[in-house]
């Protein structure tokens, strides 16, 4: 894992294009990496890279990196703590734990009903949460690659020139 973590890094530092491209793709990398939007990540970064004339190889490096089968989990969990400090009382812990009880004792049909209430409930949590969490992140981390890719356009002309 570790040996794929660096040789992805290492295509990211190789990257070409215009800094702002890249680090407009960057944050877009950031942005789709930490939003709970699992299914359609590959394609909302190509939409929005297109859109915003962005780096799309940089995009989807950065989102690989961040939102990968380590780090799912993890991802997710801390999308619905803010989730949940943004919606109080509509999936808590508590909350959970006794709908799963209730479907536990409920027949197929309203087990199903129950499961798809939460699902419901659920799903704005997640996107509530993985949103106010990846929209600082994103804004950061462009600030940052602009700073990265400009010192490193900087550092190659003055190569070029000696």
């Known amino acids: 894992m570790r040996a794929t973590i660096v040789a992805l890094l290492e295509k990211f530092k190789h990257l070409q294009g215009s800094p702002a491209s890249l680090a407009r ?39 690989t990196l961040i939102c990968n ?11 619905w703590l803010i989730g949940d ?15 799963v009880g209730n479907m536990r004792e409920a027949g197929l049909v309203q087990g199903m009903t129950l499961a798809g209430q939460m699902g419901l409930d ?5 996107l509530a949460g993985g949103l106010a969490l990846a929209l600082p992140l994103a804004i950061a981390s462009y600030l940052a690659a602009l700073r990265f890719f400009a010192w490193k356009a900087r550092r190659q ?3 070029a020139e000696a």
Do not use: D, H
């Open 122 to 126: 659920m799903g704005l949590v997640l």
């Open 25 to 63: 793709g960057t944050a877009v990398g950031v942005f789709i990496g930490f939003a709970p939007v699992m299914p359609f990540k590959s394609m909302l970064i190509l939409m929005i890279t297109v859109a915003a004339r962005s780096s799309t190889v940089a995009a989807l490096l950065v989102c």
């Open 69 to 79: 089968p380590l780090t799912y989990l993890p991802l997710y969990y801390i999308a």
């Open 157 to 159: 002309n003055c190569g």
């Open 85 to 99: 400090l943004l919606l109080p009382g509509r999936v808590s812990w508590e909350i959970l734990q006794a709908t």
